[in-house]
């Protein structure tokens, strides 16, 4: 489905666009708001939820590009802050930073499943502005953020653990040194222990509270990588067998990689949305 995409990001995806994509009134689903820079799912904020964005340009049939938001919109900021220095790219950031407030999302929480998002005139411009373009930053460049220094636990298993069997039955130790274990993937989470359990020899630790609390609708960043990566039962014989190639083993330094990247975007998130007032009229 192609609706209104090549007006955002081209017929290939190859305009350079921002947009930020949060969930339609009509989905059952928690508010989420995030930013993409390239073609996104009609369902980005999960199956049988619509989402909605709000782009920072928009093009024509001839490739053209223009400002998604209005001479009037701007004008209206211009006047009320009183400040002939707040450009467009400016209010696209104050947006993303307003669509983050706690106390906004409560407040207008009932508003939020019926209608558009409207933004109030918060006052200190520039900090939301700020803070706006800081969590871009951060969603948008999730794959290049400093992994965070969480501890990783590799249990082997050793020749020594088959003593129990008879010596004829016994595996060799140097054929087993030279065959990797098979793993079990696992990818679950353990938020009071503050752990990942990611197969049957590996788990992560030293996750802080705070990275389960950035939530993308109904689950934390960390969840959606967890669930994303899991192997999944095919039930179509056919397909199980000559299309179901995906093998956890093959990308766990990736996924594990991605973990410690999405942690520190968490945390650093959460550092930004807690510094927001707690209430805003």
Same mark, same amino acid.
């Given at each position: 489905m192609r609706?209104?995409?090549a007006?955002?990001f081209?017929?290939f995806?190859?305009? &350079?666009n921002?947009?930020?994509?949060?969930?339609?009134?009509?989905?059952?689903?928690p508010f989420?708001?995030?930013?993409s820079?390239?073609?996104?799912?009609?369902?980005?904020?999960?199956a049988?939820?619509?989402?909605n $964005?709000?782009s920072l340009? $928009?093009?024509?049939?001839?490739? #053209?590009q223009?400002?998604?938001?209005?001479?009037?919109?701007l004008?209206?900021?211009l006047?009320h802050?009183? #400040?002939?220095?707040?450009?467009? @790219?400016?209010?696209?950031?104050?947006?993303?930073?307003v669509?983050?407030?706690?106390?906004?999302r409560? *407040?207008?929480?009932? #508003?939020? /499943?019926r209608?558009?998002p409207?933004?109030?005139?918060?006052?200190?411009f520039?900090?939301?502005?700020?803070w706006? /373009?800081?969590?871009m930053?951060?969603?948008l460049?999730?794959e290049?953020a400093t992994?965070?220094?969480?501890?990783?636990?590799?249990h082997k298993?050793?020749?020594?653990?088959?003593?129990d069997?008879m010596?004829? &039955? @016994?595996?060799?130790?140097?054929?087993?040194?030279?065959?990797k274990? *098979?793993?079990?993937?696992?990818l *679950?989470?353990?938020k009071?222990a503050?752990?990942?359990?990611?197969?049957?020899i590996?788990?992560?630790?030293?996750?802080?509270?705070?990275?389960?609390?950035?939530?993308?609708? #109904? @689950?934390?960043? =960390?969840?959606?990588?967890?669930?994303?990566?899991?192997? %999944?039962?095919?039930?179509?014989?056919?397909?199980a067998?000559k299309f179901?190639?995906?093998n956890?083993?093959? %990308?766990?330094?990736?996924?594990?990689? =991605?973990l =410690?990247?999405? $942690?520190?975007v968490?945390?650093?998130?959460?550092?930004?949305?807690?510094?927001m007032? =707690?209430?805003?009229e």
């Amino acid at each position: 489905m192609r609706y209104k995409m090549a007006d955002i990001f081209g017929d290939f995806g190859q305009l &350079e666009n921002i947009a930020i994509v949060f969930t339609d009134p009509s989905s059952q689903k928690p508010f989420m708001v995030l930013a993409s820079d390239s073609v996104f799912d009609y369902h980005f904020v999960g199956a049988a939820a619509a989402g909605n $964005c709000l782009s920072l340009y $928009c093009y024509d049939a001839d490739g #053209n590009q223009q400002d998604n938001i209005t001479d009037w919109g701007l004008k209206q900021f211009l006047q009320h802050h009183g #400040n002939s220095k707040i450009t467009k @790219r400016d209010i696209f950031h104050y947006t993303y930073a307003v669509l983050h407030h706690p106390a906004y999302r409560s *407040k207008y929480e009932i #508003n939020l /499943k019926r209608e558009f998002p409207r933004l109030p005139f918060y006052e200190d411009f520039r900090q939301w502005a700020k803070w706006g /373009k800081e969590l871009m930053g951060l969603h948008l460049d999730y794959e290049k953020a400093t992994p965070f220094a969480l501890k990783r636990h590799d249990h082997k298993e050793t020749a020594n653990q088959q003593t129990d069997l008879m010596p004829d &039955e @016994r595996i060799n130790p140097a054929r087993l040194l030279d065959e990797k274990p *098979k793993l079990k993937p696992k990818l *679950k989470a353990d938020k009071a222990a503050g752990s990942i359990e990611v197969d049957s020899i590996t788990t992560l630790s030293g996750i802080p509270p705070e990275a389960w609390t950035y939530q993308l609708g #109904n @689950r934390s960043a =960390l969840e959606w990588v967890l669930d994303q990566w899991k192997e %999944h039962k095919i039930s179509d014989p056919t397909v199980a067998e000559k299309f179901n190639t995906y093998n956890f083993a093959d %990308h766990k330094d990736k996924v594990i990689d =991605l973990l =410690l990247r999405v $942690c520190t975007v968490s945390v650093e998130t959460m550092k930004i949305v807690s510094a927001m007032p =707690l209430a805003k009229e």
